[in-house]
């Protein structure tokens, strides 16, 4: 690889970064607004043209505000875990399917994988770094939650492996061009997508958030900049997750007009469950990841494995 080759990789790297956060601040005010009409209000609607600059608003005035830290936390940790939250969330980015010299992973399941994996590490220490019960308590069960619907994610994810005999996102693009595998694992389509709802927080399942008994979950404490980071990244995992089931069940010819509306509409839908359905109760949240995701996803495994081997 020679210096120009690097150039443009990092350059690559960065109109992607700042692709996906004009995204996220779009995507924010898409949820506002289709909120507002589903509950019978207008949404943001007086800053500009029908509201369109509010998100750059919000973000200029969570960046500009003091930023505060209580006492008795642990600076540090406290500081730092939502910087590396977004930018977790912002490296899984790296393994889009692109078709030209960029990025190329071999193994870039497996590197997606061990990002969302760490994502984990990061809800943990945001609860447990600002020293409050509350925060605690959101991040004992998002962290619990995420890692019941990895197992069930991962191994939906296996079943590909299998389909494919590779674990390059790429492939995705190859096998679907005659089928999408949304007509072969149908079941397995509808699991991924709830368990995505579950490994970003969302409604029906965004325990970390309950604001009943948790007032705001594990970054209860934090405002101003570190909040909007956390925000960042949650959101921008809400528009990757939206990306991977587009890639894996719909098709992955990334160059189409298609594929990014394909991508919105997941996106929408991430919305439309949060406008209609209630939370979930938490020991029926888990029940539903060991009791009827796992069985489903071994079962179907199993049957993936019984075809192509028989």
Request: contains cysteine; hydrophobic residues 55%.
């Amino acid at each position: 690889m020679n210096m120009m080759d690097l150039i443009i990789i990092i350059m690559g790297s960065l109109i992607l970064i700042i692709g996906v956060l004009i995204g996220v601040a779009f995507l924010t005010l898409l949820e506002r607004k289709v909120l507002g009409y589903m509950q019978i209000r207008k949404g943001p609607n007086k800053v500009g043209i029908m509201g369109i600059p509010q998100p750059f608003c919000d973000a200029i005035k969570l960046f500009t505000k003091e930023y505060f830290f209580p006492y008795m936390s642990n600076f540090w940790s406290f500081y730092f875990s939502p910087i590396f939250s977004l930018f977790l969330s912002l490296l899984g980015w790296m393994v889009m399917p692109y078709l030209i010299n960029f990025y190329s992973f071999d193994f870039s399941i497996l590197f997606f994988l061990c990002c969302t994996s760490m994502g984990v590490y990061m809800v943990m220490v945001s609860g447990w770094s600002s020293n409050s019960n509350y925060s605690m308590l959101g991040a004992l069960r998002a962290v619990a939650q995420t890692i019941s619907y990895e197992v069930s994610m991962a191994l939906i994810l296996l079943s590909s492996i299998f389909l494919m005999k590779s674990y390059k996102f790429m492939d995705f693009y190859f096998y679907q061009q005659m089928v999408w595998f949304l007509l072969l694992l149908f079941p397995l389509c509808l699991c991924w997508f709830s368990s995505s709802l579950a490994e970003t927080n969302r409604s029906p399942f965004d325990f970390a958030e309950g604001e009943s008994e948790l007032v705001s979950g594990f970054n209860i404490e934090y405002s101003s900049g570190g909040f909007a980071l956390i925000f960042l990244a949650e959101y921008s995992s809400i528009l990757f997750m939206s990306m991977l089931f587009v890639i894996m069940f719909l098709g992955a010819d990334i160059e189409s007009l298609m594929f990014y509306i394909k991508l919105m509409f997941l996106s929408f839908m991430f919305i439309w469950v949060r406008g209609t359905l209630p939370r979930f109760r938490y020991d029926k949240l888990m029940y539903l990841a060991w009791k009827s995701y796992l069985p489903i996803s071994l079962n179907f495994l199993m049957f993936l494995l019984g075809v192509l081997f028989l």
